[in-house]
C-alpha cells in the first residue's frame, strides 16, 4: 500500500491495515494513533518520530525498521519481528512486547517504563542508559546485550537469561536477582544496593567500584570476582563464597561475614568489620 493512501484512509476514520505491506515506506513523523497493523509487513520502513500511541503491531515484520524517537506509549508488539530494528530514543512506556524478537536491536535511550517484555529475546541488544523501571523483563534472553548504565530499579527479572551482559554503571537498587546465574557478568560502577543476589552465581564477575551496601550475598558465589574498591556496607556476605576474590580497597564495614574463608583472598586495603579484623590480627600474630 502507498503511504499517501494510507494516510488518506486515516484521516478517514480507519484504524484497521491489518497484514498491510508497507515493506521499505517511509513514514517519518507520522500519526497513526490507535491504528491495527497485526500481521503487518514493516521490514526497513521508516517510522522515525512517528506518533504510534495505543497501536498494534503484535505479529508485525518490523526487521531494521527505524522506529528512532517514535512515540509508541501503550503500544502492543506482542510477538512482532523486531530484529535489528532501531528504537533509540523511544518512548514505549507501557508498551506490550512479551515474546518480541528484538535480537541486535538498538534501544538506546529508550523509555520502556512499566513495558512488559516477558519472554522477549534481546540477545546481543544495545541498551545503554535505557530506562527500565518496574519493566516486566520475566524469562527475557538479555544474553551479550549491553545494559551500561540503564536504569532498572523495581524491574522483575525472575528467569531472565544474563549470560556476558553488560550491566556497568547500571541502576539496580533492590532488584531481586536471588539465584540468577551472572558469572563473568560486568557490573563495574553499577548501583546495586540493597539488592538481593543470595545464592547468586557471580563467579569472576566484574563488581570493582561498584555501589553494594546492605546487599544480601548470602551464599552467593564470588569466586574469582573482582570486587577492587567496592562498597560493602553493612552487606550480609553469610556463607558467600570468596575464594581468589580481589577486594582490595573494598569496604565492608559492619558487613557480615560469618561462614567465610578469607584464605586466598586479596585484602589490601580493605576495610573489614571490626571483629573479623581483629580475628585476622590475633591470626597473623
Known sequence: MEVRHLLRLYEQ??????????????????????????????????????????????????????????????????????????????????????????????????????????????????????????????????????LSEARLIGAKLYGASLSGVNLSRAFLKGV?????????????????????????????????QAQLNRVNLKGADLTAANLTNASLEQANLTWTILRRANLSGADLTEAKLNGVDLEEIQLSGTILPESTARFIYSKAM
Do not use: H, Y
Not at 491489518?18 to 520502513?45: C, E, F, P, S
Not at 536477582?177 to 552465581?201: I, M, R, T, Y
Open 13 to 146: 476514520g480507519n484504524r484497521d491495515f491489518t497484514g498491510v505491506d508497507l515493506n521499505g515506506a517511509d513514514l517519518t513523523g507520522a500519526t497513526l494513533i490507535g491504528v491495527n497493523l497485526t500481521g503487518a509487513n514493516l521490514r526497513g520502513a521508516n517510522l522515525s518520530r512517528a506518533f504510534l500511541i495505543k497501536s498494534d503491531f503484535s505479529g508485525a515484520q518490523m526487521n531494521w525498521a527505524n522506529l528512532s524517537f517514535v512515540k509508541m506509549s501503550d503500544a502492543k508488539l506482542v510477538e512482532a519481528e523486531l530484529t535489528k530494528a532501531n528504537f533509540s530514543g523511544a518512548f514505549l512506556v507501557k508498551s506490550k512486547l512479551p515474546g518480541a524478537k528484538l535480537s541486535g536491536a538498538n534501544l538506546n535511550g529508550a523509555n520502556l517504563r512499566r513495558a512488559n517484555l516477558w519472554g522477549a529475546n534481546l540477545c546481543g541488544a544495545q541498551l545503554q542508559r535505557s530506562n527500565l523501571r518496574e519493566a516486566n523483563l520475566s524469562g527475557v534472553n538479555f544474553n551479550w546485550a549491553n
Open 176 to 208: 531481586d536477582l536471588g539465584g540468577v546465574d551472572l558469572e563473568g557478568v560486568a557490573l563495574k560502577e553499577a548501583k546495586l544496593s540493597g539488592a538481593n543476589l543470595e545464592g547468586a552465581n557471580l563467579a569472576a564477575a566484574d563488581l570493582s
